[in-house]
């Protein structure tokens, strides 16, 4: 029954772009050694390369700002022609490869347009049948779960050897997205420049903490291949309400391109929580904060999406506790000074497709790269539960913020009798639009442990009772701090509501250092 429910909250998870049905919606600088995991579906490669390729990502803040109201498409720098099997230093581990890669066939047109992508990734685009022969013969493939675009299948290795390694690195998960070379209408698709966008960003969030780990980006083109397809299948028998998508052997042209993203486990997404205890509703809102503040200090990131399909959570070790452990309640003389990271869970924000930050190599500068979010532009819908109801309000808050700068920025230029240059308004960096994500997470927290505030685990002593009651009133008080301003009166930013909370002793000092040792992890 319990999974009855959690099937009919999914479908809410989701972006109503799609036929009415749907609704829209790491760790501190990769150090050489946490580099050094990053591998890809068929092995090979060089862990230098894999460094040096890393570094040209990161971001130099120190240049003017270049907003570009036109994803940069046409701007990524083409690499020098190398072989693609040996210098893919993101995607390539240390084993070797155990496949030829087939290349698919694209007419010119197709391949000049894709080339901006493939010089992002370091491939060629490789046929999909082949693609999911090579990958069929090493992993067994289950679909996890769907969004708005995408399929996302976790690969476990046949080899019980691999399987030890990948599960001790976190998994491996790839998210499946069809795109166009060309704009369409049709919202079951996505464009070439919102994937190639969305592969900027977690190319950029990657070795920062709290972010899908990105283990490779591939490119391919053709019919779905069986292995993916027969995980598909099994998931619209398993999951008939919540699996949408259509089935792309009858709607996928024989030459449809993807976009194939190797990510580790995040874990279970926020909204499969059920009734999460005052330490996990605690660690997954502080948690994410912090993520969101680390994010906009380094890259000025907004998520602009952060429902909760795309806050992720895990025990913080392998095989770990997912929740505070029993004796700790049991045996609590008094409040601990660190409440943060009780739980026992990390957290993962996942999604990034309509998100904003600051990317680019040194040829680049500072690029931005934002999604227009047209579809939030004059949508009106409401959502059926509660949830949706949030949710679809926060895109909206996020919408009218941008507006209201937008046009003061407008009267200022024309205060100063400057000329105002036109750009997109989301182009802008807003970091309040991630408090206001954040209000819709820690009013979603709230709302599922309704009837249960105060409640508090089985077996607590008196100082854990209070401890977990301290926890719950936090969240409400940080809710109404949130949700009860006017946007101008909410913190500016998420790392500015981390200051408040401090201020407010919702967090302590100790709680910080909690976090911060998680970052140099
Ligand atoms: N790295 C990951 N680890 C575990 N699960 C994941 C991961 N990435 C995605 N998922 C699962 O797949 C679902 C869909 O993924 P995602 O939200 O990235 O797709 P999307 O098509 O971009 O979605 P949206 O409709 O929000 O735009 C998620 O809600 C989550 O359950």
Same mark, same amino acid.
């Given at each position: 029954?319990?999974?009855?429910?959690?099937?009919?909250?999914?479908?809410?998870?989701?972006?109503?772009?799609?036929?009415?049905?749907?609704?829209?919606?790491?760790?501190?600088?990769?150090?050489?050694?946490?580099?050094?995991?990053?591998?890809?579906?068929?092995?090979?490669? +060089? #862990?230098?390369?894999? !460094?040096? $390729?890393?570094?040209? @990502?990161? &971001? /130099?803040?120190?240049?003017?700002?270049?907003?570009?109201?036109?994803?940069?498409?046409?701007?990524?720098?083409?690499?020098?022609?190398?072989?693609?099997?040996?210098?893919?230093?993101?995607?390539?581990?240390?084993?070797?490869?155990?496949?030829?890669?087939?290349?698919?066939?694209?007419?010119?047109?197709?391949?000049?347009?894709?080339?901006?992508?493939?010089?992002?990734?370091?491939?060629?685009?490789?046929?999909?049948?082949?693609?999911?022969?090579?990958?069929?013969?090493?992993?067994?493939?289950?679909?996890?779960?769907?969004?708005?675009?995408?399929?996302?299948?976790?690969?476990?290795?046949?080899?019980? +050897? #691999?399987?030890?390694? !990948?599960? $001790?690195?976190?998994? @491996?998960? &790839? /998210?499946?997205?069809?795109?166009?070379?060309?704009?369409?209408?049709?919202?079951?698709?996505?464009?070439?420049?919102?994937?190639?966008?969305?592969?900027?960003?977690?190319?950029?969030?990657?070795?920062?903490?709290?972010?899908?780990?990105?283990?490779?980006?591939?490119?391919?083109?053709?019919?779905?291949?069986?292995?993916?397809?027969?995980?598909?299948?099994?998931?619209?028998?398993?999951?008939?309400?919540?699996?949408?998508?259509?089935?792309?052997?009858?709607?996928?042209?024989?030459?449809?391109?993807?976009?194939?993203?190797?990510?580790?486990?995040?874990?279970?997404?926020?909204?499969?929580?059920?009734?999460?205890?005052?330490?996990?509703?605690?660690?997954?809102?502080?948690?994410?904060?912090?993520?969101?503040?680390?994010?906009?200090?380094?890259?000025?990131?907004?998520?602009?999406?952060?429902?909760?399909?795309?806050?992720?959570?895990?025990?913080?070790?392998?095989?770990?506790?997912?929740?505070?452990?029993?004796?700790?309640?049991?045996?609590?003389?008094?409040?601990?000074?660190?409440?943060?990271?009780?739980?026992?869970?990390?957290?993962?924000?996942?999604?990034?497709?309509?998100?904003?930050?600051?990317?680019?190599?040194?040829?680049?500068?500072?690029?931005?790269?934002?999604?227009?979010?047209?579809?939030?532009?004059?949508?009106?819908?409401?959502?059926?539960?509660?949830?949706?109801?949030?949710?679809?309000?926060?895109?909206?808050?996020?919408?009218?913020?941008?507006?209201?700068?937008?046009?003061?920025?407008?009267?200022?230029?024309?205060?100063?009798?400057?000329?105002?240059?036109?750009?997109?308004?989301?182009?802008?960096?807003?970091?309040?639009?991630?408090?206001?994500?954040?209000?819709?997470?820690?009013?979603?927290?709230?709302?599922?442990?309704?009837?249960?505030?105060?409640?508090?685990?089985?077996?607590?002593?008196?100082?854990?009772?209070?401890?977990?009651?301290?926890?719950?009133?936090?969240?409400?008080?940080?809710?109404?701090?949130?949700?009860?301003?006017?946007?101008?009166?909410?913190?500016?930013?998420?790392?500015?509501?981390?200051?408040?909370?401090?201020?407010?002793?919702?967090?302590?000092?100790?709680?910080?250092a909690v976090f911060r040792e998680e970052l140099e992890e």
């Amino acid at each position: 029954m319990a999974d009855l429910d959690a099937l009919g909250e999914l479908k809410n998870q989701q972006r109503p772009t799609r036929r009415f049905e749907k609704t829209y919606g790491k760790k501190k600088p990769a150090m050489a050694q946490s580099r050094a995991m990053h591998f890809d579906l068929f092995g090979g490669g +060089d #862990e230098n390369k894999i !460094v040096d $390729e890393m570094e040209k @990502l990161t &971001i /130099k803040n120190d240049r003017k700002e270049r907003v570009e109201s036109v994803p940069p498409v046409q701007e990524c720098p083409v690499p020098a022609k190398v072989h693609p099997t040996e210098h893919n230093p993101r995607l390539r581990g240390r084993r070797k490869a155990t496949t030829s890669k087939r290349m698919a066939t694209l007419t010119q047109d197709k391949m000049q347009a894709l080339k901006p992508l493939l010089s992002l990734v370091n491939q060629e685009v490789q046929d999909f049948q082949e693609f999911g022969r090579s990958m069929g013969k090493k992993y067994i493939c289950t679909k996890l779960g769907e969004g708005a675009f995408a399929d996302v299948f976790k690969l476990k290795p046949k080899d019980i +050897d #691999e399987a030890m390694q !990948v599960y $001790e690195r976190g998994g @491996l998960v &790839i /998210k499946v997205i069809p795109f166009t070379v060309d704009k369409i209408d049709d919202d079951d698709i996505g464009d070439l420049e919102s994937v190639t966008r969305e592969v900027r960003i977690l190319q950029t969030l990657d070795p920062l903490h709290g972010f899908a780990r990105c283990r490779g980006v591939h490119v391919v083109s053709g019919k779905y291949p069986d292995v993916l397809l027969d995980a598909f299948q099994m998931f619209k028998t398993t999951h008939p309400l919540t699996a949408i998508n259509p089935d792309p052997t009858k709607t996928a042209p024989a030459d449809q391109l993807y976009v194939i993203i190797e990510m580790d486990d995040a874990g279970t997404p926020v909204w499969k929580i059920g009734r999460p205890s005052a330490f996990q509703a605690f660690d997954i809102f502080w948690k994410t904060a912090m993520v969101l503040a680390n994010a906009e200090e380094k890259v000025e990131f907004e998520h602009r999406d952060l429902h909760n399909g795309n806050v992720c959570y895990k025990p913080l070790k392998r095989n770990g506790p997912g929740d505070v452990i029993q004796a700790v309640v049991e045996d609590m003389l008094e409040e601990p000074e660190v409440t943060l990271g009780l739980s026992n869970l990390q957290v993962t924000v996942i999604d990034y497709t309509l998100a904003r930050a600051k990317v680019g190599n040194d040829s680049e500068g500072d690029l931005v790269v934002f999604d227009p979010i047209q579809y939030w532009e004059e949508n009106d819908a409401e959502g059926e539960s509660e949830s949706d109801k949030k949710q679809y309000d926060t895109y909206r808050k996020v919408r009218d913020w941008a507006r209201g700068e937008e046009a003061k920025a407008k009267a200022a230029a024309e205060l100063d009798g400057a000329e105002y240059e036109e750009r997109d308004k989301y182009s802008r960096f807003l970091p309040k639009s991630n408090v206001m994500w954040l209000g819709y997470l820690v009013a979603d927290l709230l709302m599922k442990s309704a009837g249960g505030r105060g409640a508090s685990l089985p077996g607590s002593s008196r100082a854990a009772k209070r401890l977990q009651l301290y926890m719950w009133r936090t969240l409400e008080e940080v809710d109404v701090y949130v949700n009860g301003s006017s946007p101008t009166l909410m913190p500016e930013s998420a790392g500015d509501l981390l200051a408040t909370a401090m201020e407010m002793k919702w967090l302590t000092l100790a709680d910080m250092a909690v976090f911060r040792e998680e970052l140099e992890e």
